[in-house]
């Protein structure tokens, strides 16, 4: 399910938001990045950037991954489960969206009756 911050923000919940059908693998993987996103200037008004006038052109967006790598191949190499991926993305800190990432794998096992 989205959170409440994101539909507020103007998320919209997608069929990923929603926990599998299946059992949670008992190791998840986290991944994240990071990317700046041009904005218009009105966001940007009062933002430290990298211009050399100190000014912002873009925001960074953080995009974290949560899956499941319970499969390998034939070198032992993790594999990642078909299915197991899920995606959040946001304008916030990084430690800000490492919680809200962790606080769905974890919300994500507890559906599953694995937590």
Same mark, same amino acid.
Not at 1 to 23: F, L, N, W, Y
Not at 40 to 68: F, I, M, N
């Given at each position: 399910? $989205? *959170?409440? %911050?994101?539909?507020?923000?103007?998320?919209?919940?997608?069929?990923?938001?929603?926990?599998? +059908? /299946?059992?949670?693998?008992?190791?998840? !993987?986290?991944?994240? +990045?990071?990317?700046?996103?041009?904005? %218009?200037?009105? /966001?940007?008004?009062?933002?430290?950037?990298?211009?050399?006038?100190?000014? $912002?052109?873009?925001?960074?967006?953080?995009?974290?991954?949560?899956? @499941? &790598?319970?499969?390998? +191949? /034939?070198?032992? #190499?993790?594999? %990642? +489960? &078909?299915? @197991?991926? #899920? !995606? *959040? $993305?946001?304008?916030? @800190?990084?430690?800000?969206?490492? #919680?809200? @990432?962790?606080?769905? *794998? =974890? &919300? %994500?096992? =507890?559906?599953?009756?694995? &937590?």
């Amino acid at each position: 399910m $989205a *959170s409440p %911050r994101g539909r507020a923000a103007g998320g919209r919940e997608h069929p990923g938001d929603e926990p599998p +059908d /299946e059992p949670v693998a008992p190791t998840l !993987y986290l991944g994240l +990045d990071g990317t700046g996103v041009p904005m %218009r200037p009105t /966001e940007l008004e009062g933002r430290p950037g990298k211009q050399p006038d100190g000014s $912002a052109k873009t925001r960074e967006v953080k995009l974290c991954t949560v899956w @499941s &790598a319970e499969g390998r +191949d /034939e070198e032992g #190499t993790p594999v %990642r +489960d &078909a299915g @197991s991926v #899920t !995606y *959040s $993305a946001a304008i916030e @800190s990084a430690v800000a969206m490492l #919680t809200t @990432s962790a606080l769905r *794998s =974890n &919300a %994500r096992a =507890n559906d599953c009756g694995q &937590a």
